[in-house]
Structures are given as C-alpha cells and as structure tokens.
C-alpha cells in the first residue's frame, strides 16, 4: 500500500493571495473569476495555502480580529467548487482530506501568529465538520454557540400533534407560505436548504412550525429526488424559528461555534 503524499502548506503576505486562488476554482468550473475582495472585508495579514501533490486542496485567510488575537477564514476547494456548480452551500460530513488540511493550515496559522505576538486565534465552524475536528485536535475551546443546523429526513418525517393546521401555498422559486409567513429553499441535489436569517419569515412560532411540517410534506410531493431538508438558523435560545424548528420536530444535525485557541 502507497502512504498518502503529505500536505504542504505555504504562508502568502499577498493580500490578494486569496482572490487569485479562487479565481483558480472559479476558472476550474467555468464561472467569471471575481476581480476583487468584497467591500466589507479587510485587508488580510496574510494566507496560507494547502496542497497535495501541488495540487490545491484549501485555503484560509487571516485577519486581525483585535489588538491580540487573529481570525482565519478558510475555503476548501470541494466545496467552493459544489457551491459554484450547485448554487448551494452543502453540509455534507468533512472528507478526511479536508479535515487534514484544516489542521495543516490551522497548525502553521497558529504557529505563525504566535511568532508574531498574537495570544489567540479564532475561528468558527460546525461542531460535525472540519471546523470541530480541528478545533478537538488542537485544543481550542468552543466559547459560544453562533447557530444551528436542522435536519429532516423526508420519508420519516411525522407531523408532530399538536401543530396548528396551516393553509401552505407553493412559492413559484421553490418552497411555501401562508398568512403571516414565508419560508424559501434552495433545492440541491439531494437536499433542500434554507438559510432561515434570509428565506424564513414570520414572528409567530406555532405557525412558522406548522409551515415547516407543510414544507416537508411539500418537497416530498414536489422534488422527488430531494431526500432531506437542511435548516441553518442562527438566533437566540428563545428565537421564533429556533422555537418552531423545535415544535415541528426537526433535529439538531450539527452545532455552529466560535472557537479560541490559545497560543501562549
């Protein structure tokens, strides 16, 4: 048996390292590569860059976050280039190779920081992804939870009793609404998904769950190749969605955290 060829990372002071490496993905796939950096985003310190046989595997910029800590930002090639070709983000379970380059460039970020007077880098991530791993491998700890992800397998779905009985109307783009509220999907191959800060409104709980109960009963009736529905929510504890995903009977697939490695 041939041992994999390790990773290889390398540390790039180029603020436009970043671009010039997904322009390489968006190339890959045919799409126009983007000329610059979003607006909003600051400048970089710099990036490192992970590879496999000179082949690109990921990327992760990292900023100033305050006075003595960084934040690094990283970007797999999988997955950009399934976002770019599916229209969706996906949150399929990190491959190994992607787990194993998170902790390369999470390795010589942290290394480099520390040589440059940095006593902490952060980051955020999924508790069942890469992001977790990484942080489980290295000793960082997770200091407050940012989000959710909700599941629903689509054939073992069962409305909960109890749910207020809904009159759901299709949306023409994809997904349903009644009065008061909306919810939207972006369907993927095999998995709808909704990003509730942007595709979910309504205030009431008990009614955005008896949409939700509709919404599956709807993508089984109207994508058949659809499997399962992905919610990802990001509100406070007693938040209507977080409460109505609850009520509706969908389960927690992952966590999303903020998480702090000392480098002292």
């Known amino acids: 048996m041939t041992a994999t060829t390790p990773i290889t990372t390398a540390w790039d002071h180029d603020p436009d390292a970043g671009l010039d490496l997904a322009a390489e993905v968006y190339t890959r796939v045919g799409e126009p590569a983007p000329e610059a950096l979003p607006e909003d985003q600051p400048e970089p310190l710099a990036t490192v860059v992970a590879r496999r046989d000179g082949v690109l595997l990921a990327w992760a910029s990292v900023f100033r976050d305050d006075e003595s800590a960084a934040w690094i930002e990283p970007v797999t090639v999988e997955r950009l280039a399934h976002h770019l070709n599916a229209g969706v983000y996906d949150d399929v379970p990190s491959s190994a190779d992607e787990v194993a380059a998170f ?10 920081m520390r040589n440059e007077g940095f006593a902490v880098l952060r980051w955020s991530g999924e508790d069942a992804c890469a992001a977790g791993a990484v942080a489980a491998t290295l000793k960082a700890e997770a200091i407050a939870e940012v989000g959710r992800i909700w599941h629903a397998d689509i054939a073992a779905y069962r409305r ?35 990003n509730a800060a942007e595709t979910i409104e309504g205030a009431d709980a008990e009614v955005l769950a008896g949409l939700t109960a509709e919404l599956v009963g709807y993508l089984g009736r109207v994508f058949p190749k659809i499997t399962a529905l992905s919610v990802f929510e990001f509100e406070e504890e007693d938040g209507p969605v977080r409460r109505a995903l609850e009520l509706a009977g969908l389960t927690i697939g992952a966590r999303a955290w903020d998480y702090e490695l000392r480098l002292g």
């Open 160 to 194: 909960p009793e109890g749910l207020p009985e809904v009159e759901a109307r299709p949306l023409p783009w994809g997904g349903v609404e009644t009065e008061g509220a909306r919810i939207e999907i972006e369907p993927g191959d095999e998995r709808a998904y909704v």
């Open 103 to 112: 902790e390369a460039m999470f390795r010589h970020a942290a290394e480099e």
